[in-house]
């Protein structure tokens, strides 16, 4: 299956600090890449979705100023949150997609963000 | 509105045991389906998934699922578990949006 990067694979920051977390699409252009977070033995939630050269559609109850995302090349996503809260800490992973709707979306090893 | 129903939250089995994990959804437009498996500390990994045709799905490491529209399921199977089945596993749908809904997993513990 196709590959997907994201780096840091965990962080641990300052709560106020920022932290920008990447994805990438290795072996293939990612039209649309979704960016997911997951609370421990809790699912994974739909947090936004990027597509390359237009704003991010954030899901609702997703504040869209504090998890900016930026899809600007057909095989790079990053996922900055802003001023960072011990509430935001979490497992956040990544997935692309090349846009044909009966695409598998392939998932990133995920970022463990710890903010203290 | 879509929405996934993961029925257990945690089956343990033993080894060299058959297993199902159950999985029902609910959409008003025709879905795809998918099951995920999550090792500890690591991404999603694709199992199988339902698209179109033959309602039985065969995917990796000897899963299986059967879509069944009229009870609206998509239950995982394997015959006979190994100790390196252990792991969470993820149902999810999706509509030609492509956004992906997940049920809240279920926990396999194979037991020696």
């Known amino acids: 299956g196709a590959v997907v990067s994201q780096h840091p694979s965990w962080v641990i920051c300052k709560s106020g600090t920022s932290v920008k977390i990447e994805c990438r699409s290795l072996d293939f252009q990612a039209t649309t890449m979704f960016w997911y977070r997951q609370f421990p033995k809790q699912s994974l939630m739909l947090m936004a979705t990027s597509n390359e050269g237009s704003k991010a559609t954030y899901e609702q109850g997703v504040e869209k100023d504090k998890f900016l995302i930026n899809h600007a090349s057909l095989t790079l996503s990053t996922l900055t949150v802003t001023s960072a809260h011990p509430e935001d800490s979490s497992f956040y992973i990544c997935?692309?997609?090349?846009?044909?709707?009966?695409?598998?979306?392939?998932f990133g090893p995920g970022t463990r963000l710890t903010v203290l | 509105a879509q929405s996934v129903t993961q029925l257990d939250s945690q089956v343990p089995v033993f080894e060299e045991a058959p297993v199902e994990l159950r999985c029902n959804y609910s959409?008003?437009?025709?879905?795809?389906l998918f099951w995920y498996v999550q090792y500890p500390n690591q991404g999603l990994q694709l199992l199988l998934k339902?698209?179109?045709?033959?309602?039985l799905v065969k995917g990796i490491n000897g899963f299986e699922a059967e879509f069944n529209k009229s009870q609206t399921s998509f239950h995982l199977r394997k015959p006979s578990v190994h100790i390196s089945d252990t792991a969470e596993y993820f149902c999810a749908v999706s509509d030609r949006d492509d956004k992906i809904i997940f049920g809240k997993g279920t926990r396999l513990h194979i037991l020696p």
């Open positions: 339902y698209l179109s045709g033959s309602t």
């Open positions: 997935s692309s997609h090349s846009g044909a709707s009966t695409d598998t979306q392939y």
């Open positions: 959409s008003s437009v025709s879905v795809y």
